[in-house]
Structure formats: structure tokens, C-alpha cells
């Protein structure tokens, strides 16, 4: 695990789809959505809000249909630490198990 924080207004870019909505669920809540777009033949490029994210990754076991896990808990600085506790059963209960 690791915890990252990209600075509120530093350029980030996503993919998307042909009408505009990023592909992957952790950019949606790092995107400024107050902010400014240009979206251009399937990415995006933004303004991050600066929240932080605490990233879980997972090596899966050979035979599985995919080979990492990403799980990302975001929130704002005053509630990470109350956000990353709530998410630790969660996190604790998962389990690979091999084909």
C-alpha cells in the first residue's frame, strides 16, 4: 500500500470514452470537476483537486484472469485517516484464491 497525493492544480490526464467520461473510476475522483477540460480523441486532461489517496495493490495469484488488483480509498485530507479505518475490513476480507 501507499499513500499519494497529487497537488491540487498539477495537470493529470485520463482516458476516455468517444463522449467524454473517464474510464477509470479513481481519476473521476481526483478531476477538478470545477475545473477546466480539453478532451481530444480519447483523453482528458484536467486539474487534480488535491485529495489523498491511499492505494492498495495486489499481485494476483498465476491462473487468475488478471494479474494486479488497484483498490483506491480517496478523501480529503481532514477525513483520509477516518476513511482509510473505514475501509480496513473491507481490505482485510479479501482473499485470491487460485483456479
Known sequence: MMDV???AGASICAATDKSGNLLDTVFNAIFDQDGSFLVDDGLTTGVATGEWMR???FDIPEGSSVRILVIAV???ES???RAVEA????I???EF???
Open 5 to 7: 497525493k497529487i497537488l
Open 55 to 57: 492505494l492498495y495493490l
Open 74 to 76: 480517496v478523501a480529503p
Open 79 to 81: 477525513s483520509f485517516a
Open 87 to 90: 475501509a480496513a475490513p473491507i
Open 92 to 94: 482485510e476480507s479479501i
Open 97 to 99: 484464491r487460485t483456479p
